[in-house]
Each structure stands twice: as structure tokens, then as C-alpha cells.
């Protein structure tokens, strides 16, 4: 794709003012990095970071068969899911791989609010359209921008414009008026922070962009920062660490399968995914800790301590927190136990690796008390 | 000092080429992370890959600009990465080589030339 055919989103000159080095990402022009990279990366870790994630895909679903027909591509039990409240899911096809995976939740009293991946947003829709029986609707929000805030500081930033939101805990959502125009508004995001991420009418995104940048507290994060604090925060990112060929098990994550879901078994992919949530999948997402040489990114090799090849690095990196090189990748599951030693090769030249916990640095949502 | 059109720097010495990336290339990739520099000994043909620098990103070859025999890569880089960025054409050098056709200089672009070469990319 050439630079010209990328699309741009509503802060994208806002990013050129700032100096941002921009590229493309998911068919948008997107700030990979404004002063750095690893600047960014602390920064968030330390402060609060603003993110323009614009182009991600937002929708409604609505409609009185809106929850049931939603449910038969995902896992979630999204019937029991409390008004003001979100949850991460999956887009499965019927073989159970991951379409893309997604944030789902109930903002207001009109079906389900749905943030899906940039890249995979035209086939998610296309597939919502073609899928969704009955009365579903699907309706593309591509008036609006999103701005994600994260870091430790990113709460009190937020509460000094809006007081209501220090009423959220972790994935809490809203639809609300915020800066004097209509937004959907949940507390979470892709950092492992605590922060918020804020749907804005496209109109009003660079308004409130700049209002919020006016706290000495917060610098505007490029994708590359995005990019190693979801690693650090062991999240996957779909089209490398999952994709349509994984199946939730095999990706480490069935925290997404309810269990009302798992014992109605009624949703796509099912067979697979039960067979191996009891048998055991063929391989599994696990966490590397490289513990010498480069850093093992996509596509290095991971060898077990006899030289057998038995696996692929998915994403990896400078851990910029832990000050290693960490690492995600799928092994056989008899190799996926904490602490097993293993290689990794990078341009040919193995280098010791760990299989380790992941998240790799702790994530700090923000639980509420809970009130007696 | 002397440079290719892939951001390589060479300063000569006598027979003996320092050689690192310009600071155009340093500021385009950003944070280095890691450095791989050749070790002393292997012999490098004028455009092979003979070292390696890492953003935070992705991983980058570095070409060699001349021919010749390495006979030291910069070892500080193992455990100072960003030396490549805070000084790219002074103590971020990647490696020095014995050059074997001095006359492959010729071909390498003055800073002004390359100057006039990074305004027209």
C-alpha cells in the first residue's frame, strides 16, 4: 500500500504538528514514535500517555436478537454481562480461530458497543453483516475518534476534566456526556495500565486531544510504544500472536471462554476448543525471557536444549521496564511449563531462553473496593 | 569522511577504514538496542552485511562500504547500544577494516554530495 492510499484519522494533523514520525498501520497514517520510542514507553510506565487509536473499528450492535446473535461468534457469556460493563472476547469462525479479538460491552441500554482491530476491521464488519440473523443490526460509529490515556497518572488526569470517572473500576463503561459531547468511555486499554479509553465524536477529537495534552502530566505515545507495552503486558496483538489459524486455547486465552458459554458449547469453533481445553491443543502461547544476544522478534525460531526446532517467535522485543528481551512464541505444551529452558535463534545463533509468566511486567488496573 | 547511499560513514586512516552509520540513519531508526559488530579477522566484500543494529522495532544489516579485513569491531556498542545514537559518526563507529582496493573510496559520496542525496529522498 502506498502512503497515498492510507487513511488518515481526525488527529492526523494534530500528529504532524507535533512532529510525529508517522507510518502506516492498518491502512492509516498513524505517529509510530513523537520524541522515541523507549522516552514513550517510560513516560507511560511512569506517567500518563495519550494514544490516538482512531483507527481502530467501533460499532453497535443493536437490536432485540443483538446479545443472542453476537453470541455465536464469540465465547463470552455477554447475556449476564451487567449493564456498564465490558469484557474481551473473540471473533471465532467456525473452525474456533481467532477473526480478531475485541472489546464488547454495554455503555448504555442499546445493545453492545464493539472495538475491534484496524486491520481487521472491513472483514469483521463484513462478516457481522453477512452473519447477524434476525433482528441484529450493525451500525459502523466511523464519525468518531478513539483516544486511549494510560499510566499511572492517568486517573487523576482524567478526574481533574471529569470528575465521574474515578467512579469506574477496571472495565467499566459508559456512554456520557465528556467534554460537552457525547462519548463512550471505558477504563481499560492495551498498555497494562490503568487509563481509559474515550470515543469521541470525530469532530470534537482534536478539542479534546489538545485539553487533555495541556497537562504537563501527559505525552502523546506513538504506535512503537503501544506496540512494547502490550508485550510487556503479555496482551497479543491479532495478525502475529493470533490469528484465524489459533484457537483461544492454543492462544493462552481461556480467560475469554465463559464458563456458561464452554458447558452450552453454542458458539463457532466449539468442538475444537472444547476437544482441546480436555485433550490439550497441539501447541500454546507461552512467554519467553531471552536471557543473551538480539532480540528475538517475529519468525525466530525456538529450539528446545537438544536443537529440535519446536516452535516460532510470534513478537518480541526490548523489554525497556525489565531491561531484557522478552518474547512471545507457541511450543508444544510439554514445553510450556514455567521455567523450561529453551533457545531461541535469531539470524542462526541460538541464545538462552526461559519460558516465563506472562504478563511480563504487572499489570495496575484499578479494581474498585468492594463496598459491604 | 565519505558515504554510501545506505547511510554507511567511512573515514580513512591510512589503510584503515572506520566505519559506522550517519546520523540521518541513527535518527531514522530511532532507539538502538542492540549492536552485532564483526569480529576481528573475517574479511567483508564491499555492499555484504557485516553487522547488524537494532531499534526497538526491527533489526537492520549494515553493508560494509569497502572491502576488506575487519581488525576490530566496536565492543563498547555490546553493552552501550545508544552510543549509536547519542554519537553516530564519532564513538558509535561499528567497526574498522583494512581496506584491500583503496579505489572503491572513489565511488563514496562527500558530506556534501550526501547531504544532496538525503534532500532528495
Same mark, same amino acid.
Given at each position: 500500500?502506498?502512503?497515498?492510499?492510507?487513511?488518515?484519522?481526525?488527529?492526523?494533523?494534530?500528529?504532524?504538528? #507535533?512532529?510525529?514520525?508517522?507510518? +502506516?498501520?492498518?491502512?492509516?497514517?498513524?505517529?509510530?514514535?513523537? =520524541?522515541? @520510542? !523507549? *522516552? /514513550?514507553?517510560?513516560?507511560?510506565?511512569?506517567?500518563?500517555?495519550?494514544?490516538?487509536?482512531?483507527?481502530?473499528?467501533?460499532?453497535?450492535?443493536?437490536?432485540?436478537?443483538?446479545?443472542?446473535?453476537?453470541?455465536?461468534?464469540?465465547?463470552?457469556?455477554?447475556?449476564?454481562?451487567?449493564?456498564?460493563?465490558?469484557?474481551?472476547?473473540?471473533?471465532?469462525?467456525?473452525?474456533?480461530?481467532?477473526?480478531?479479538?475485541?472489546?464488547?460491552?454495554?455503555?448504555?441500554?442499546?445493545?453492545?458497543?464493539?472495538?475491534?482491530?484496524?486491520?481487521?476491521?472491513?472483514?469483521?464488519?463484513?462478516?457481522?453483516?453477512?452473519?447477524?440473523?434476525?433482528?441484529?443490526?450493525?451500525?459502523?460509529?466511523?464519525?468518531? #475518534?478513539?483516544?486511549?490515556?494510560? +499510566?499511572?497518572?492517568?486517573?487523576?488526569?482524567?478526574?481533574?476534566? =471529569?470528575? @465521574? !470517572? *474515578? /467512579?469506574?473500576?477496571?472495565?467499566?463503561?459508559?456512554?456520557?456526556?465528556?467534554?460537552?459531547?457525547?462519548?463512550?468511555?471505558?477504563?481499560?486499554?492495551?498498555?497494562?495500565?490503568?487509563?481509559?479509553?474515550?470515543?469521541?465524536?470525530?469532530?470534537?477529537?482534536?478539542?479534546?486531544?489538545?485539553?487533555?495534552?495541556?497537562?504537563?502530566?501527559?505525552?502523546?505515545?506513538?504506535?512503537?510504544?503501544?506496540?512494547?507495552?502490550?508485550?510487556?503486558?503479555?496482551?497479543?496483538?491479532?495478525?502475529?500472536?493470533?490469528?484465524?489459524?489459533?484457537?483461544?486455547?492454543?492462544?493462552?486465552?481461556?480467560?475469554?471462554?465463559?464458563?456458561?458459554?464452554?458447558?452450552?458449547?453454542?458458539?463457532?469453533?466449539?468442538?475444537?476448543?472444547?476437544?482441546?481445553?480436555?485433550?490439550?491443543?497441539?501447541?500454546?502461547?507461552?512467554?519467553?525471557?531471552?536471557?543473551?544476544?538480539?532480540?528475538?522478534?517475529?519468525?525466530?525460531?525456538?529450539?528446545?536444549?537438544?536443537?529440535?526446532?519446536?516452535?516460532?517467535?510470534?513478537?518480541?522485543?526490548?523489554?525497556?521496564?525489565?531491561?531484557?528481551?522478552?518474547?512471545?512464541?507457541?511450543?508444544?505444551?510439554?514445553?510450556?511449563?514455567?521455567?523450561?529452558?529453551?533457545?531461541?535463534?535469531?539470524?542462526?545463533?541460538?541464545?538462552?531462553?526461559?519460558?516465563?509468566?506472562?504478563?511480563?511486567?504487572?499489570?495496575?488496573?484499578?479494581?474498585?473496593?468492594?463496598?459491604? | 569522511?565519505?558515504?554510501?547511499?545506505?547511510?554507511?560513514?567511512?573515514?580513512?586512516?591510512?589503510?584503515?577504514?572506520?566505519?559506522?552509520?550517519?546520523?540521518?540513519?541513527?535518527?531514522?531508526?530511532?532507539?538502538?538496542?542492540?549492536?552485532?559488530?564483526?569480529?576481528?579477522?573475517?574479511?567483508?566484500?564491499?555492499?555484504?552485511?557485516?553487522?547488524?543494529?537494532?531499534?526497538?522495532?526491527?533489526?537492520?544489516?549494515?553493508?560494509?562500504?569497502?572491502?576488506?579485513?575487519?581488525?576490530?569491531?566496536?565492543?563498547?556498542?555490546?553493552?552501550?547500544?545508544?552510543?549509536?545514537?547519542?554519537?553516530?559518526?564519532?564513538?558509535?563507529?561499528?567497526?574498522?577494516?583494512?581496506?584491500?582496493?583503496?579505489?572503491?573510496?572513489?565511488?563514496?559520496?562527500?558530506?556534501?554530495?550526501?547531504?544532496?542525496?538525503?534532500?532528495?529522498?
Amino acid at each position: 500500500m502506498t502512503d497515498d492510499q492510507l487513511k488518515t484519522t481526525p488527529l492526523n494533523a494534530a500528529h504532524r504538528a #507535533a512532529g510525529a514520525r508517522m507510518v +502506516g498501520f492498518g491502512g492509516y497514517d498513524m505517529p509510530v514514535q513523537y =520524541e522515541g @520510542v !523507549l *522516552a /514513550e514507553h517510560r513516560w507511560t510506565r511512569e506517567h500518563a500517555g495519550l494514544f490516538d487509536v482512531s483507527h481502530m473499528g467501533q460499532c453497535k450492535i443493536t437490536g432485540a436478537d443483538a446479545i443472542a446473535q453476537f453470541e455465536r461468534f464469540v465465547p463470552g457469556d455477554y447475556a449476564i454481562l451487567k449493564a456498564g460493563r465490558q469484557k474481551y472476547s473473540l471473533l471465532l469462525n467456525a473452525e474456533g480461530g481467532i477473526l480478531d479479538d475485541l472489546m464488547a460491552g454495554k455503555p448504555d441500554h442499546d445493545g453492545l458497543y464493539v472495538v475491534v482491530n484496524a486491520g481487521n476491521k472491513d472483514a469483521d464488519f463484513a462478516f457481522l453483516r453477512d452473519n447477524l440473523s434476525g433482528d441484529a443490526r450493525l451500525t459502523v460509529l466511523d464519525d468518531r #475518534a478513539l483516544i486511549a490515556i494510560q +499510566g499511572p497518572e492517568a486517573a487523576e488526569v482524567m478526574e481533574a476534566h =471529569e470528575p @465521574v !470517572l *474515578a /467512579e469506574f473500576g477496571f472495565m467499566d463503561c459508559a456512554r456520557l456526556v465528556l467534554f460537552g459531547v457525547d462519548c463512550f468511555v471505558s477504563r481499560s486499554g492495551y498498555t497494562g495500565e490503568d487509563g481509559y479509553e474515550i470515543s469521541v465524536p470525530a469532530a470534537d477529537a482534536e478539542r479534546i486531544w489538545s485539553e487533555i495534552l495541556k497537562d504537563a502530566r501527559v505525552k502523546p505515545i506513538g504506535l512503537g510504544a503501544r506496540d512494547s507495552l502490550r508485550l510487556e503486558a503479555g496482551l497479543p496483538l491479532h495478525g502475529h500472536d493470533v490469528d484465524a489459524s489459533t484457537s483461544p486455547v492454543e492462544g493462552a486465552l481461556t480467560f475469554a471462554l465463559s464458563k456458561s458459554r464452554k458447558e452450552r458449547a453454542d458458539f463457532n469453533g466449539a468442538d475444537r476448543i472444547l476437544k482441546e481445553l480436555a485433550e490439550g491443543p497441539a501447541r500454546v502461547r507461552v512467554g519467553l525471557s531471552v536471557k543473551e544476544g538480539a532480540p528475538a522478534r517475529e519468525g525466530a525460531e525456538i529450539a528446545d536444549m537438544d536443537g529440535n526446532i519446536i516452535g516460532n517467535v510470534t513478537s518480541g522485543g526490548p523489554s525497556p521496564t525489565l531491561g531484557c528481551n522478552i518474547a512471545m512464541g507457541y511450543v508444544p505444551p510439554k514445553f510450556a511449563e514455567l521455567g523450561t529452558e529453551l533457545k531461541v535463534l535469531v539470524r542462526g545463533k541460538p541464545a538462552a531462553a526461559e519460558v516465563v509468566a506472562m504478563p511480563f511486567v504487572a499489570q495496575r488496573y484499578y479494581r474498585k473496593p468492594k463496598t459491604a | 569522511m565519505r558515504f554510501t547511499k545506505d547511510h554507511e560513514w567511512v573515514k580513512v586512516d591510512g589503510d584503515v577504514a572506520t566505519v559506522g552509520i550517519s546520523k540521518h540513519a541513527a535518527d531514522a531508526l530511532g532507539d538502538v538496542v542492540f549492536v552485532e559488530t564483526p569480529e576481528a579477522g573475517k574479511s567483508v566484500a564491499k555492499g555484504d552485511s557485516f553487522a547488524v543494529v537494532e531499534s526497538v522495532k526491527a533489526a537492520s544489516d549494515v553493508y560494509a562500504p569497502v572491502s576488506g579485513e575487519v581488525i576490530e569491531g566496536n565492543a563498547a556498542l555490546a553493552s552501550a547500544p545508544e552510543t549509536v545514537n547519542a554519537d553516530p559518526e564519532g564513538d558509535g563507529w561499528f567497526a574498522k577494516i583494512k581496506v584491500s582496493d583503496a579505489s572503491q573510496l572513489d565511488a563514496l559520496m562527500d558530506r556534501a554530495a550526501y547531504d544532496q542525496f538525503l534532500s532528495t529522498l
